[in-house]
C-alpha cells in the first residue's frame, strides 16, 4: 500500500521569506510525486511532478521540489513567498500498478503574511 | 492536459434526496475517478469508472450510496443517494492518463441540511 504524510497542519511564513512545505512518502517501486494547490472554493491545480531525471523540480508559480529517495521525501520550496500563495497544499504519490490511483497527504494550510 | 467541468459547482440538498453531479472532459479518457474531500480534510478515493464496466469502490463506499455512470469516454456522473448531514463535502472527479499529472474538475461544494 502506498502513503503520504504532510507532518505539518499549517506552516507560517512571512512574506518574502523562503517557505518549505514537507511531504514523505511510502510505496513499493518507483515513485511518482504530485504537488497540487487549492486554493479556497477551487478544485487542485497541478503544481509540479516528480517521474524521473533530476531530482530538483521546477513547477508553477515559482515553486520547486527536491526529490530525496533515501529520505523518501518530496518537500516542496519557494525561495520567496508571496502573500497569494496562502492556500491549502496536497502532496501525492502513485506507484506503477496502482491503477493511477492518487494516494494523498493530509495537506498543509500555508499562511503567507504580509 | 485536459479540461473538466464539473457541475454542479455548489447545491444545498435536503437531508434523504439525492444529487447528481456531471462530470465532462475535452478529450476521451479511460479512466474517471471521484474523489471526496470533507471539511478540513484531505481528498479521499471514492470510485474509479471506467467506459463499460462497473465502477470499482474503495473500502467504506458502496454502489448503492454512491452509483456511478460512465456512459462514454468524456462523461461521467457521481449520484450521492439518500443524502445525511455527513455527507456534506466537496466531491471532485479526475481524470489521468498514463504516468501524467492529475487534473480536477473545479469541484461540487454539497451542503446537506
Known amino acids: 500500500a502506498q502513503s503520504v504524510a504532510q507532518p505539518e497542519d499549517q506552516v507560517n511564513v512571512a512574506e518574502g521569506n523562503p517557505l518549505t512545505v514537507k511531504c514523505t512518502y511510502s510505496?513499493?517501486?518507483?515513485?511518482?510525486l504530485f504537488w497540487y494547490v487549492q486554493y479556497p472554493n477551487r478544485g487542485l491545480q497541478f503544481l509540479l511532478k516528480?517521474?524521473?531525471?533530476?531530482?530538483l523540480v521546477k513547477g508553477s508559480y515559482g515553486f520547486e521540489a527536491e526529490f530525496n529517495k533515501s529520505q523518501t521525501s518530496f518537500h516542496l520550496k519557494k525561495p520567496s513567498a508571496l502573500v497569494s500563495d496562502s492556500a491549502l497544499y496536497f502532496c501525492?504519490?502513485?506507484?506503477?500498478?496502482?491503477?493511477?490511483?492518487?494516494?494523498f497527504g493530509g495537506g498543509t494550510r500555508l499562511m503567507v503574511k504580509p | 492536459s485536459a479540461v473538466i467541468s464539473q457541475k454542479p459547482s455548489r447545491d444545498i440538498c435536503q437531508r434523504g434526496t439525492s444529487l447528481t453531479i456531471q462530470c465532462q472532459v475535452d478529450?476521451?479518457?479511460?479512466?474517471m475517478f471521484w474523489y471526496r474531500q470533507q471539511p478540513g480534510q484531505s481528498l479521499t478515493l471514492i470510485a474509479t469508472?471506467?467506459?463499460?464496466?462497473?465502477?470499482?469502490?474503495e473500502s467504506g463506499f458502496v454502489i448503492d450510496k454512491f452509483p456511478i455512470s460512465r456512459p462514454n469516454l468524456t462523461f461521467s456522473t457521481l449520484t450521492v443517494s439518500n443524502m445525511s448531514p455527513e455527507d456534506s463535502s466537496i466531491y471532485l472527479c479526475?481524470?489521468?492518463?498514463?504516468?501524467?499529472?492529475?487534473?480536477f474538475g473545479q469541484g461540487t461544494r454539497l451542503t446537506v441540511v
Open positions: 479526475s481524470v489521468c492518463e498514463g504516468i501524467t499529472e492529475a487534473f
Open positions: 510505496v513499493s517501486g518507483n515513485p511518482y
Open positions: 516528480y517521474i524521473t531525471g533530476d531530482n
Open positions: 501525492a504519490v502513485r506507484a506503477l500498478g496502482a491503477g493511477n490511483m492518487l494516494t
Open positions: 478529450s476521451q479518457v479511460t479512466m
Open positions: 469508472a471506467n467506459q463499460g464496466s462497473e465502477a470499482t469502490y
